[in-house]
C-alpha cells in the first residue's frame, strides 16, 4: 500500500463529497458579490486574529469580540452568506474528523 496514493484517494473522496460540494458552490455563488466577499474577508480575517491571540495566550478585549458579535450577526441576516458560512463549517468539521481520525490511529507520544 503506498500512503500517498492512498491520500490521493481520500482527497478524492473528499472532493466527491456533499459537504465540499455545496461549500464550493456556495462560495463560488458569493464570490460574484463585492461586497458579500468584502465582508466574508473581513470577517475571517477578524476570526484569524482573535485564533491566532488565543493561541499565545493573548487576552480578547471586549471591544473585539463585540466587533465579532456584530459582524457575524449582520452576516446570518444576509441568507447567502448564512449558508456560505455554514457549509464552510460543515466542511471544516469533516476535514477537523479526518485529522482526528488520523491523530488517534498514529498517536505520536
Known sequence: MNVHDEARNLA???KESEEYK????????A???PELV????DFQAKQFEIQSKQM???EISEDMKGQMQSLYEIIMKDP????????????SMLINDIYTILGEVIKVE
Do not use: C, D, H, W
Open 12 to 14: 478524492k473522496v473528499l
Open 38 to 41: 468584502e465582508m466574508l474577508n
Open 56 to 58: 499565545i495566550g493573548e
Open 22 to 29: 455545496s461549500y464550493k458552490e456556495l462560495k463560488e455563488t
Open 80 to 91: 447567502l452568506a448564512a449558508q456560505y458560512m455554514q457549509a464552510e463549517m460543515r466542511f
Open 31 to 33: 464570490s460574484k458579490n
